[in-house]
């Protein structure tokens, strides 16, 4: 291997590097979700059991609902490569072992099938979250875009083409749907980012070939 194709190598690597490491920011604690543009919102249990603090959201409901809030702008996303990371903590009064991201992925136009909007619901295993040792009792988890159930979103025509692959303009965090268990979590952040392996490996790769090139020079 010679220097000129150790350094192609190097920026190829870091080309796939900087791409996957753009993180999108859904929530980040801002203590306007209520008031941004656009306002988040809140539907069923979750009207009456959402509180906002400074730089988090609280819930606290023993029934279906849910939160959510539009992009400013949709946002293409590749369910292949990109994963949701949640900062959340688990409250004295929880009972519920789950709950549920939904992305809305716009398809186009909204004028045939294949062109509309669909949700996507993503599992969330509480039991999956690992502590972030940093005094403040929250923890992070990293979804895969993984959905465990699809449907098309609400007062649209026509359905989306069936992969979340095209335009992200709305999330949601609801409780499991006809469940009476109580959830009581604080959320602090919410956001997509590349997932933690496929970055991981760019990253290594780069240190790699970045040795390979020491030696040859």
Known sequence: MNKRIATGCVLCLGIAAS?????????????????SVPGGFTFD?????????????????????????DLTAPV??????????????????????????????NDGDDSAPGLGTEDHQLFVDMSFASPL????????????LNPVFRAQSFGFANDGDGVLNLGLDQWQIQSAFGSATRL????????IVPEPTTLGFAVAGLALVAGQRRRLA
């Open 19 to 35: 791409a996957s490491a753009q993180n999108v920011s859904l929530y980040e604690g801002d203590g306007a979700f209520f008031t």
């Open 45 to 69: 249990s979750f009207a009456t059991g959402v509180t906002e603090s400074p730089t988090s959201l609280t819930v606290d409901v023993s029934a279906f609902g849910g939160l959510g809030r």
């Open 76 to 105: 293409t996303v590749d369910e292949t490569t990109a994963s949701v990371r949640l900062e959340y903590r688990v409250l004295d009064n929880n009972e519920a072992a789950d709950f549920r991201v939904i992305l809305r992925d």
């Open 133 to 144: 040792n940093d005094g403040s009792g929250f923890s992070e988890q990293f979804v895969p």
């Open 184 to 191: 009581n979590i604080e959320v602090r952040s919410v956001e």
